[in-house]
């Protein structure tokens, strides 16, 4: 509670008025003004305290109620700013600085297996995240080389151009790390008939999920790297050339070995 001297009783004695000896109170307690001061002054229902600039601008005030000795509204008085300078150098504390964000792009040749048959691929991705955390968001372009089912009297050659977009969760080992990922996949799908009386091109649509792991050796700005996936797809793919009674089904699972290398900014 803030203690001060009666009204009647300040304005007899100028000296319970002293901003000077409210100042050396706080100077006792180790909370420095820092050029502001403290001007005391009578006021209607007590006593205005206030903390200034050097300038002359109020930075806060309060009135409080006369009531005690002199000492003692000096002693409140001083712990009434201290306060208030410690709510001010809060208020003026710089924010903590945002994690700066972290972002790698890298490429990759890849071997897939899988019916009706090995065949390469490629892709290009990025990823972006907070510097300093373990999770990563994660895109990626492919594309797969082609593969031929047999539909006698022909075949059918296709192939896939995927895109995907899921996380990365990355745990240390030291200088080198593992990676486990998880991302959903969307596909193109080329089709092309080859050995048919009339051969003739069609599109079509995929989607898929795909989880892998991952291993890699930051060597400065570049990272070269391992990655081992499996890919599910969810549509069924069902292939029917006209005029041939027989139709297949693509397949519906790949996996995939994949060597590649990012760059990061540092």
């Given at each position: 509670?803030?203690?001060?001297?009666?009204?009647?009783?300040l304005?007899l004695?100028?000296a319970?008025?002293?901003?000077?000896?409210?100042?050396?109170?706080?100077a006792?307690e180790?909370?420095?003004?820092e050029g502001?001061?403290?001007?005391?002054?009578e006021?209607?229902?007590?006593?205005?305290?206030?903390?200034?600039?050097?300038?002359g601008e109020?930075?806060?005030?309060?009135?409080?109620?006369?009531?005690?000795?002199?000492?003692a509204?000096?002693?409140?008085?001083?712990?009434l700013v201290?306060a208030?300078?410690?709510?001010?150098?809060?208020?003026?504390?710089p924010?903590?600085p945002?994690?700066?964000?972290?972002w790698?792009v890298?490429?990759a040749?890849?071997?897939?297996?899988?019916p009706?048959?090995?065949?390469?691929?490629a892709?290009?991705?990025?990823?972006w995240?907070?510097?300093?955390?373990?999770?990563t968001?994660?895109a990626e372009?492919?594309?797969e080389?082609?593969r031929?089912?047999a539909?006698?009297?022909g075949?059918?050659?296709?192939?896939?151009?995927t895109?995907?977009?899921?996380?990365?969760?990355?745990?240390?080992?030291?200088?080198a790390?593992?990676a486990?990922r998880?991302e959903?996949?969307?596909a193109?799908?080329?089709?092309?008939?080859?050995?048919?009386?009339?051969?003739?091109?069609?599109l079509g649509?995929?989607?898929?999920?795909?989880v892998?792991?991952?291993?890699?050796?930051?060597?400065?700005?570049?990272?070269?790297w391992?990655?081992?996936?499996?890919t599910?797809w969810?549509?069924?793919?069902?292939?029917h050339?006209?005029?041939?009674a027989d139709?297949?089904?693509?397949?519906h699972?790949?996996?995939?070995?994949?060597?590649?290398?990012s760059?990061?900014?540092l």
């Amino acid at each position: 509670m803030l203690l001060s001297l009666p009204l009647a009783l300040l304005a007899l004695d100028p000296a319970c008025l002293d901003g000077p000896a409210v100042e050396a109170a706080l100077a006792a307690e180790h909370a420095p003004l820092e050029g502001r001061r403290v001007h005391l002054e009578e006021a209607e229902g007590g006593v205005r305290v206030s903390l200034k600039e050097a300038t002359g601008e109020t930075l806060v005030q309060r009135v409080v109620p006369a009531e005690g000795s002199c000492q003692a509204f000096c002693a409140a008085s001083a712990v009434l700013v201290a306060a208030w300078l410690t709510e001010l150098d809060r208020a003026h504390l710089p924010s903590p600085p945002s994690p700066p964000w972290h972002w790698e792009v890298g490429a990759a040749a890849r071997a897939l297996a899988g019916p009706p048959g090995p065949t390469w691929g490629a892709l290009a991705e990025v990823g972006w995240g907070t510097q300093g955390r373990n999770w990563t968001t994660r895109a990626e372009l492919g594309v797969e080389g082609p593969r031929d089912e047999a539909l006698a009297p022909g075949r059918v050659r296709w192939q896939r151009f995927t895109a995907a977009l899921g996380g990365t969760y990355r745990f240390s080992l030291g200088k080198a790390f593992v990676a486990g990922r998880a991302e959903a996949v969307g596909a193109l799908l080329s089709l092309r008939g080859l050995g048919y009386t009339s051969d003739s091109m069609a599109l079509g649509g995929d989607v898929g999920a795909c989880v892998g792991v991952r291993a890699g050796w930051p060597l400065g700005a570049f990272t070269p790297w391992v990655d081992l996936s499996a890919t599910g797809w969810w549509i069924p793919a069902r292939l029917h050339v006209v005029g041939v009674a027989d139709g297949a089904v693509l397949p519906h699972f790949d996996a995939a070995l994949s060597l590649g290398v990012s760059w990061a900014r540092l």
